[in-house]
């Protein structure tokens, strides 16, 4: 017998087809969509609550302002990189983009920002709180950098990036600070994502090439450190995620043609507690496809096809109503 999973509806559940030998195809129903509650960044800054009931997503709360990632805190904060050339809700202009944490207002109480950053260059791709409560975040434009800053503003560390500076936009994106005090950083138009000390050293570096492929665009996104020491890279106009080894060397892929054309333009990735990986599709993927969730074996097992702006990056922070732990490996 050969199964196979399709995706169907809007929010994509799933259907098992089973072939007896020659005969008719037979479907077999699985169980029903899980229940997801996560933050959406992009066009659209909001909370949504998607369930099979409400397959499009029920937002339950909303930023009026383009972001470019962020992270719902364990306090209940939200954490965001703030495109460039936004507005904030009071009118203030950010031409260089920012980094914000706000504080949701309950009881009709206004939101409020408990801590800021402003661009200085060109834009701030991203935006981490540490566990000691510091915020690193990266700024793009003629001297690309990472910054560690503590919160009453004192820059801890800063780490000029080795990137091209042609093109300010794709110098970097989803940097990440790890546990062992090192910094992983993708640089797209370098293909590379690179391991950088305290100190500003590389330490190592990654291809993002697809081999025998020199014509693919896998520009890196991601780079979410795995526990065994690999790395999760959604690597944008590739239409792909790839997990790495430890040594660099690619141990999994998932492609937009393995994904019947959901995948297109990898942004945002988060891996899941379950093992499969979640993906945002920037550009929207067949059918409509915002954002997929694919297993090990890349079938798409979930799918959110609802008639929403798209989805740059995001944070899943809830599964069939059990957080998913803090920090995210996204």
């Given at each position: 017998?050969i199964?196979?999973?399709?995706?169907?509806?809007?929010?994509?559940?799933?259907?098992?087809?089973?072939?007896?030998?020659?005969?008719?195809?037979?479907?077999?129903?699985?169980p029903?969509?899980?229940?997801?509650?996560?933050?959406v960044?992009?066009p659209r800054?909001?909370?949504?609550?998607?369930?099979?009931?409400?397959?499009?997503?029920v937002?339950?709360?909303?930023?009026?302002?383009?972001?470019?990632?962020?992270?719902l805190?364990?306090?209940?904060?939200?954490?965001?990189?703030?495109?460039?050339?936004s507005?904030?809700?009071?009118?203030?202009?950010?031409?260089?983009?920012?980094?914000?944490?706000?504080?949701?207002?309950?009881?009709g109480?206004?939101?409020?920002?408990v801590?800021?950053?402003?661009?200085?260059?060109?834009?701030?791709?991203?935006?981490?709180?540490?566990?000691?409560?510091?915020?690193?975040?990266?700024?793009?434009?003629?001297?690309?950098?990472?910054?560690?800053?503590?919160?009453?503003?004192?820059?801890?560390?800063?780490?000029?990036?080795?990137?091209?500076?042609?093109?300010?936009?794709?110098?970097?994106r989803?940097?990440?600070?790890?546990?062992?005090?090192?910094?992983?950083?993708?640089?797209?138009?370098?293909?590379?994502?690179?391991?950088?000390?305290?100190?500003?050293?590389?330490?190592?570096?990654?291809?993002?090439?697809?081999?025998?492929?020199?014509?693919?665009?896998?520009?890196?996104?991601?780079?979410?450190?795995?526990?065994?020491?690999g790395?999760?890279?959604?690597?944008?106009?590739?239409?792909?995620v790839?997990?790495?080894?430890?040594?660099?060397?690619?141990?999994?892929?998932?492609?937009?043609?393995?994904?019947?054309?959901?995948?297109?333009?990898?942004?945002?990735?988060?891996?899941?507690p379950?093992?499969?990986?979640?993906i945002?599709?920037?550009?929207?993927?067949?059918?409509?496809v915002?954002?997929l969730?694919?297993?090990?074996?890349?079938?798409?097992?979930?799918?959110?096809?609802?008639?929403?702006?798209?989805?740059?990056?995001?944070?899943?922070?809830?599964i069939?109503g059990?957080?998913?732990?803090?920090?995210?490996?996204?």
């Amino acid at each position: 017998m050969i199964t196979r999973r399709l995706s169907c509806g809007r929010i994509g559940w799933a259907i098992a087809i089973a072939w007896q030998g020659f005969g008719s195809p037979v479907a077999i129903a699985a169980p029903p969509a899980h229940a997801m509650r996560l933050l959406v960044c992009g066009p659209r800054t909001a909370i949504v609550a998607i369930s099979p009931e409400h397959p499009e997503g029920v937002v339950e709360w909303n930023w009026g302002v383009s972001s470019r990632e962020g992270w719902l805190l364990p306090d209940g904060n939200v954490l965001l990189a703030v495109s460039k050339a936004s507005r904030l809700p009071n009118g203030d202009a950010l031409p260089g983009g920012a980094a914000v944490e706000i504080r949701r207002g309950t009881d009709g109480a206004k939101d409020e920002i408990v801590w800021h950053y402003d661009g200085t260059q060109a834009e701030v791709n991203s935006i981490q709180k540490t566990e000691v409560g510091t915020y690193v975040l990266t700024e793009a434009g003629p001297k690309p950098r990472l910054l560690e800053i503590a919160a009453d503003g004192t820059v801890k560390t800063e780490v000029a990036l080795a990137c091209q500076k042609a093109n300010a936009h794709m110098q970097s994106r989803m940097a990440r600070k790890q546990a062992d005090g090192t910094f992983l950083v993708p640089h797209l138009l370098d293909f590379a994502i690179i391991r950088y000390g305290a100190d500003g050293a590389v330490l190592s570096k990654i291809d993002t090439h697809v081999p025998g492929e020199p014509n693919v665009k896998s520009w890196p996104f991601t780079a979410i450190a795995l526990p065994d020491g690999g790395i999760l890279a959604a690597l944008t106009n590739g239409n792909r995620v790839v997990e790495f080894a430890p040594d660099g060397t690619i141990r999994w892929q998932v492609t937009g043609s393995d994904t019947a054309g959901a995948i297109n333009d990898a942004c945002g990735a988060q891996r899941l507690p379950n093992g499969n990986t979640m993906i945002a599709s920037y550009r929207i993927g067949k059918d409509g496809v915002r954002l997929l969730e694919v297993s090990p074996e890349k079938q798409v097992v979930w799918a959110w096809k609802a008639a929403v702006p798209a989805v740059h990056h995001f944070h899943v922070f809830e599964i069939d109503g059990k957080p998913v732990p803090h920090p995210a490996m996204r």
